[in-house]
């Protein structure tokens, strides 16, 4: 099982003058999950090199029993720091294609021209492609072979309106996940804020939230047995 992790570059939380980046938890629960059955995994961003963690994650608050194991494992830090560049990513080279969340995407991974070509790449060839909480925004501008928005008709989650008015972050973010994938055409739901909740619809997977990056990792892991 060869997986490419594809993280934020991006750091700064609109004008707020706070940082942000990917969420830990959602980058960590996935990475051992799929890591202890053996899988290999690459990790890659639109600018290389060090990955942004967003603060917020890294705060005692937001900690699991998976972001404790990654804050003790120099390995999987060292790869958080020195990531691979994405535009030389290709999807030959991997079984399947995960995307963590955190704020950071909104900004970066929403339009990054590289991102796209790769999960419509990874999509033709019917390979698995997922996402959790804000990182479905990277499906955007993605389409489908036949040009359509790739998310048209299908089932998806991801970060709420609800969710993001709780963080009080709706006026500050560039994109709001429901509302983008809703105009893309795709049959969106969610569950009350925080609980875990997936979707699996063909090869497309997409978590809620936080809480559902496990159940996005499972529901990956049984696509590639």
Not at 22 to 45: H, M, Q, R, S
Not at 87 to 103: C, L
Not at 134 to 141: D, E, F, G, I, T
Request: net charge negative; hydrophobic share 40%.
């Amino acid at each position: 099982m060869k997986i490419l992790f594809v993280l934020t570059s991006h750091d700064k939380l609109g004008d707020t003058g706070k940082k942000t980046g990917f969420w830990v938890e959602e980058f960590a629960n996935p990475y051992y999950t799929l890591l202890d059955k053996g899988a290999k995994i690459t990790i890659a961003t639109p600018k290389g090199g060090a990955a942004p963690i967003d603060p917020s994650s890294d705060s005692p608050d937001a900690a699991t029993k998976d972001t404790e194991r990654f804050n003790n494992d120099d390995v999987a830090k060292n790869k958080i720091a020195n990531t691979k560049v994405l535009a030389d990513m290709n999807a030959d080279d991997f079984d399947a294609v995960f995307y963590p969340g955190g704020h950071g995407p909104l900004w970066d991974l929403a339009n990054d021209a590289n991102s796209v070509a790769l999960i419509e790449k990874f999509n033709s060839q019917h390979k698995p492609i997922a996402f959790v909480c804000h990182a479905p925004v990277a499906l955007m501008k993605v389409k489908n072979s036949e040009g359509y928005p790739l998310v048209e008709g299908k089932k998806v989650t991801g970060f709420s309106n609800s969710e993001e008015t709780a963080v009080g972050l709706s006026a500050v973010v560039p994109v709001l996940v429901e509302d983008m994938l809703i105009e893309n055409g795709a049959f969106y739901s969610n569950v009350e804020d925080w609980a875990p909740y997936a979707i699996q619809d063909g090869n497309l997977i997409t978590g809620q939230n936080p809480a559902s990056s496990e159940l996005v990792a499972e529901k990956l892991l049984a696509s590639l047995k």
